[in-house]
């Protein structure tokens, strides 16, 4: 699932209109429909409002959040599943040291 989708997700699942949660979120609603459609990147100073206004883990969404910042990266790289296995034993090393 990705960041937008949760956000359409939770903002439907309160019976919440988009115009409403851009309101809340002061942004446009055409642009919290990009937002949901993926085709804009919702800041992450708005996740500490989504999380409160629906009641949902801030760090779930940063999860989603981060991965699409990640996915936008390197999605149109050949070798993207190589360069994600090489990330992950980076990660997996920083922590040992």
Do not use: C
């Not at 956000?7 to 609603?29: F, H, P, T, W």
């Not at 206004?53 to 989603?64: G, R």
């Amino acid at each position: 699932m990705t960041i937008g989708q949760k956000i359409k997700e939770l903002r439907e699942s309160k019976g919440m209109l988009q115009r409403e949660l851009a309101s809340k979120l002061n942004v446009g609603d055409g642009f919290l429909s990009k937002i949901e459609r993926n085709q804009k990147v919702l800041k992450r100073e708005h996740l500490v409002s989504i999380s409160k206004i629906f009641n949902f883990p801030y760090n779930e969404l940063e999860t989603l959040w981060l991965a699409n910042k990640v996915y936008d990266l390197i999605k149109n790289e050949n070798q993207a599943i190589q360069i994600l296995k090489v990330a992950e034993q980076e990660i997996k090393y920083g922590k040992n040291i």
